[in-house]
């Protein structure tokens, strides 16, 4: 490397990102370019550098002992690019005010609320951002995310909201060929349909003391009215939000399968960068949303 030239800013991305996932596909879903653009970035780095920051094993790449070195400071210093430029964001930022949320979250309870949000904030201005993946704060321009998990990101501070009880349920006639389950453990032979990530049956079940549940098949949706659809149409059992569920249950459309508790550490979080506490929009936002699910909590 010639002198003190710096390497091209998005080759470093490209790094960061890889070495992050340990995944050349993965980095490219973040940054919204193909695997091959990525490889790409990788290998004119490394050109750049003159040392190789990843060995290329058959089931995927681990870093180099060079590339080990060099992503501490490559991360610190996206890390403080990002404060500063939050920094210079909060002493000038207008009126508006970016939100990214789950689609669910948003239809059912965030957006009929919003009317209660500008009456007491008429100077702020929402920008509400639909999507399931975790945002990337320095990245997306996002201010404060909601999202639903065990409230466990890295780097970033989050506080619980709400928790909504996701109750099984089936279509009668599946029910009726499969037999009414005595058991929780029963329901693990049944076929099931899940939300996008995989994960809401098999919390579900590990909350029930389940451990022996093998590896989730049956179809995924990434929209709650998709997956109630899929249950209604008798492809299996789904976990729902109760207050979703209740109109089809009451209808005798659905049945609830067993009476058991959903685990209360899976929830909605808000979650943003521990700066962003100090700018006052954010701070508004985080009091009240804080204050209206803790007033009015039901969310489908």
Not at 42 to 57: A, W, Y
């Amino acid at each position: 490397m010639a002198g003190n030239r710096l390497p091209p800013l998005n080759a470093l991305r490209a790094f960061e990102a890889t070495a992050r996932h340990l995944s050349v596909k993965n980095a490219a879903d973040e940054l919204c370019v193909t695997p091959g653009a990525v490889s790409q970035m990788l290998k004119s780095l490394e050109q750049h550098l003159g040392v190789m920051l990843f060995k290329r094993l058959n089931r995927g790449i681990v870093l180099t002992e060079a590339g080990q070195d060099y992503l501490p400071p490559v991360r610190n210093a996206f890390r403080q690019i990002g404060e500063a430029t939050r920094r210079i964001a909060t002493s000038t930022e207008g009126s508006i005010l970016t939100v990214s949320v789950t689609p669910a979250f948003a239809a059912t309870w965030l957006v009929p609320r919003l009317k209660d949000f500008h009456a007491a904030h008429p100077e702020i201005d929402l920008q509400v951002l639909s999507g399931k993946a975790l945002a990337d704060f320095t990245r997306d321009g996002v201010d404060v995310a909601v999202r639903h998990g065990l409230g466990k990101y890295a780097g970033l501070h989050s506080e619980r909201i709400l928790a909504v009880e996701l109750v099984p349920v089936a279509a009668p006639a599946l029910v009726t060929r499969l037999g009414a389950p005595a058991s929780a453990a029963e329901l693990t032979r049944w076929p099931h349909v899940h939300d996008v990530d995989r994960k809401d049956w098999q919390l579900w079940f590990q909350a029930q003391g389940i451990a022996e549940i093998g590896a989730p098949r049956g179809p995924a949706f990434d929209d709650s009215a998709l997956l109630l659809q899929a249950v209604l149409a008798g492809q299996g059992a789904g976990l729902l939000p109760a207050a979703m569920a209740a109109p089809d249950l009451a209808a005798g459309r659905l049945v609830k399968l067993v009476e058991v508790s959903w685990p209360q550490a899976f929830a909605y979080y808000l979650v943003y960068p521990d700066v962003s506490q100090e700018r006052p929009k954010v701070a508004a936002f985080r009091t009240w949303i804080l204050q209206a699910a803790a007033s009015d909590p039901i969310a489908a």
